[in-house]
T-cell receptor
Framework: GENVEQHPSTLSVQEGDSAVIKCTYSDSASNYFPWYKQELGKGPQLIID?????GEKKDQRIAVTLNKTAKHFSLHITETQPEDSAVYFC???????FGKGTRLSVIA | KAGVTQTPRYLIKTRGQQVTLSCSPISGHRSVSWYQQTPGQGLQFLFE???????NKGNFPGRFSGRQFSNSRSEMNVSTLELGDSALYLCASSLQKGIGRSYEQYFGPGTRLTVT
């Protein structure tokens, strides 16, 4: 089955800096890669996703890149703000297999 | 459009009891998936229902079961509760119309189950 590895597990950045979270997956048949943001006491919220026929997708300060050959995809957050502080999860495939999560802390 | 709702939000049970959790998907969504979230194991897939049929099942014991009703609402049941079942149980709905096509999943706020 699919296995998703996510790094780093924790990440601290200064406000205004960029944050990058990386995930690798094992099943070359996976074709859908969403990213979720989970704030304390809430369920995961879909923030961006990418399908296997696209290499990059952007939505304002958030971007995701996909390298199918290397089987890894990354989340990029630019100009980070304190409200970006949360746990971020990557996932692969339709029956979602999640990474362990990255706790992002943005220091004002 | 209302989001995914889950009831109850919090639940405390004792070992050996059983529990039923409820999920109402986004209107029009026919696929409902359940996940267990714990600090140690992260988010793990339990099962997925589509049009009242279980389509996929994760690696959990038979004590975990679910069902989906004709209005797409879903319930999951855990029997003979164990301490290790304490977790946040998340439900996600999607528009998914057929097997093999991945659609966005939208999560509810979860039910926090504590087993004492």
């Amino acid at each position: 089955g699919e296995n998703v590895e996510q790094h780093p597990s924790t990440l601290s950045v200064q406000e205004g800096d960029s944050a990058v979270i990386k995930c690798t997956y094992s099943d070359s048949a996976s074709n859908y890669f969403p990213w979720y943001k989970q704030e304390l006491g809430k369920g995961p919220q879909l923030i961006i996703d990418i399908r296997s026929n696209v290499g990059e997708k952007k939505d304002q300060r958030i971007a995701v890149t996909l390298n199918k050959t290397a089987k890894h995809f990354s989340l990029h957050i630019t100009e980070t703000q304190p409200e970006d502080s949360a746990v971020y999860f990557c996932a692969a495939k339709s029956v979602l297999v999640f990474g362990k999560g990255t706790r992002l802390s943005v220091i004002a | 459009k209302a989001g995914v709702t889950q009831t109850p939000r919090y639940l405390i049970k004792t070992r050996g009891q059983q529990v039923t959790l409820s999920c109402s998907p986004i209107s029009g969504h026919r696929s409902v998936s359940w996940y267990q979230q714990t600090p140690g194991q992260g988010l793990q897939f339990l099962f997925e229902y589509f049009s009242e049929t279980q389509r996929n099942k994760g690696n959990f014991p038979g004590r975990f079961s679910g069902r989906q009703f004709s209005n797409s609402r879903s319930e999951m049941n855990v029997s003979t509760l164990e301490l290790g079942d304490s977790a946040l149980y998340l439900c996600a709905s999607s528009l998914q119309k057929g097997i093999g096509r991945s659609y966005e999943q939208y999560f509810g706020p979860g039910t926090r189950l504590t087993v004492t």
